[in-house]
């Protein structure tokens, strides 16, 4: 069973930046795949990106070249650093891990609660 513990939501004007974070209960193993989506409301739940074991990385098309994931295993947390966001990304985001690459699907088995974020002047 891996919990998983989102955070660095809040509040920003266009334009600006975000690093969230999750942070695993525990180690996760080196087989595990690592996402980050977002749930907006009205809307169905989105991939962001995603992240394997070594590094290997996948984004959608709407964050490429504004979203990067990256993770810390000594830390056993995930981030996804987010700048020049839009209005549009406001949405509740959301962290997931598995032992299968669902990629940007959201059939991955362990989720977190999820951290608010705002973009509005």
């Known amino acids: 069973q891996v919990q998983l513990v989102e955070s660095g939501g809040g509040s920003v004007q266009p334009g600006g930046s975000l690093r969230l974070s999750c942070t695993a209960s525990?180690?996760?193993?080196?087989?595990?795949?690592m996402a980050w989506f977002l749930h907006a409301p009205g809307k169905e739940r989105e991939g962001v990106a995603t992240i394997d074991s070594i590094g290997s990385r996948g984004y959608a098309d709407a964050v490429k070249g504004r979203f990067t994931i990256s993770q810390d295993k000594a830390k056993n947390t995930l981030y996804l650093q987010m700048n020049s966001l839009k209005s549009e990304d406001t949405a509740m985001y959301y962290c997931?891990?598995?032992?299968?690459?669902?990629?940007?699907?959201?059939?991955?088995?362990?989720w977190g609660q999820g951290t608010q974020v705002t973009v509005s002047s």
């Open positions: 997931a891990a598995d032992r299968i690459w669902w990629w940007l699907s959201a059939n991955y088995t362990y």
């Open positions: 525990r180690s996760t193993p080196e087989n595990y795949f």
